[in-house]
Nanobody
């Protein structure tokens, strides 16, 4: 089970950190990812981090502003959102998938097995 938290309301240019805690499963051998979704649209890939934490991948629109990280000792991973823009407003979902290789990652929703419940991030202009 994945539990996302940390969303909220912030002004444009501000920062937030969202977290995703895994329970009942050791995610040390899982790639972890963040997706986001706005009403009426598909869930879009935001960022992913390999199980080792070495490989990190971002969608172009958040590069240089968002940072994904993980702490395997706490079974938790994070998304630091900086320089937020109104277009970042969305429900942010965490996801996980077990992998065989440390460099594996995926960017499509259907490639992930486990999902958190989502946390709302709202950026006001």
């Amino acid at each position: 089970q994945l539990q996302a938290s940390g969303g909220g309301l912030v002004q444009a240019g501000g920062s937030l950190r969202v977290s995703c805690a895994a329970s009942g499963r050791n995610v040390g051998n899982h790639v972890m990812a963040w997706f986001r979704q706005t009403p009426g649209k598909e869930r879009d890939f935001v960022a992913a981090i390999s199980w080792s934490g070495v490989h990190r991948h971002y969608t172009d629109s958040v590069k240089g502003r968002f940072t994904v990280s993980r702490d395997n000792t706490k079974n938790t991973f994070y998304l630091q959102l900086n320089s937020l823009k109104p277009e970042d407003t969305a429900v942010y979902y965490c996801a996980a998938r077990r992998v065989s290789y440390s460099s594996e990652y995926y960017t499509r929703e259907r490639e992930y097995t486990y999902w958190g419940q989502g946390t709302q991030v709202t950026v006001s202009s």
